[in-house]
């Protein structure tokens, strides 16, 4: 079975450019969530979807939106890119919006701005 | 505000013998624990849990252990093998959410 998979694994910006990153989930998750991660932190919490609505919002900035498509993928939008947006953006699913089921997560989208 | 807290950056453990990985946290509306895997140009690799009901958890060589009321969990892993080697993420939930609170990590390194 496929896991989670996004795409594109590597991406080149310049600063003021936005930005589209997809993920599609494990086939039966409903559960979308994306997360940033900064070289030497943990991933931290953007944006949770489950059955196409918003559940959660981490501590960013509204340059930073999402949604979530009848077949369950997803994409995360980034606007006005600034430098400190360079990190791995991982996305992860789960079957449902609140079971005790682990997040599994794909291998990341590389950002970097320049 | 770090709430879920790894202090110990990395550790080196001896292959055939147990490694110890440790997490603190401070939120006690956590209701769900989580050990996560990483190597180098992957996602994070989902290794066991446990629910705050519990204390112990068991799969294979990798056991999670939490202490409600230390607010502290680890992770042991008995015996160690090289491809174990990674870097380790306790993550956990808030009880009514899917948002997971990560640590910083802790860098496991098994030599032979």
């Known amino acids: 079975d496929a896991g989670v998979t996004q795409s594109p694994t590597h991406l080149i910006k310049t600063r003021g450019q936005h930005v589209t990153l997809r993920c599609s989930p494990i086939?039966?998750?409903?559960?979308v969530s994306w997360y940033q991660q900064v070289l030497g932190q943990g991933p931290q919490f953007i944006f949770q979807?489950?059955?196409?609505?918003?559940?959660g919002r981490g501590n960013f900035p509204d340059r930073f939106s999402a949604r979530q498509f009848p077949n369950y993928s997803s994409e995360l939008n980034v606007n006005a890119l600034l430098l400190g947006d360079s990190a791995l953006y991982l996305c992860?699913?789960?079957?449902?919006?609140?079971?005790?089921?682990?997040?599994?997560f794909g291998d990341g989208t590389r950002l970097s701005i320049l | 505000d770090q709430q879920v807290k790894q202090n110990s950056p990395s550790l080196s453990v001896q292959e055939g013998r147990i490694s110890i990985l440790n997490c603190d946290y401070t939120?006690?509306?956590?209701?769900?624990f989580l050990w996560y895997k990483k190597y180098p140009a992957e996602g994070p690799t989902f290794l066991i849990s446990?629910?705050?009901?519990?204390d112990k958890n068991e799969d294979g060589r990798f056991t999670v252990f939490l202490n409600k009321s230390a607010k502290h969990l680890s992770l042991h892993i008995v015996p160690s093998q090289p491809g174990d080697s990674a870097v380790y993420f306790c993550?956990?939930?808030?009880?009514?959410?899917?948002?997971?609170?990560f640590g910083q990590g802790t860098r496991l390194t098994i030599n032979p």
């Open positions: 979807y489950y059955e196409k609505e918003e559940r």
């Open positions: 993550a956990a939930r808030v009880q009514g959410a899917q948002k997971l609170v």
């Open positions: 939120n006690s509306m956590f209701d769900y």
């Open positions: 086939s039966g998750h409903k559960s």
């Open positions: 446990i629910s705050s009901i519990k």
């Open positions: 992860a699913s789960s079957t449902g919006s609140n079971s005790n089921q682990p997040q599994h």
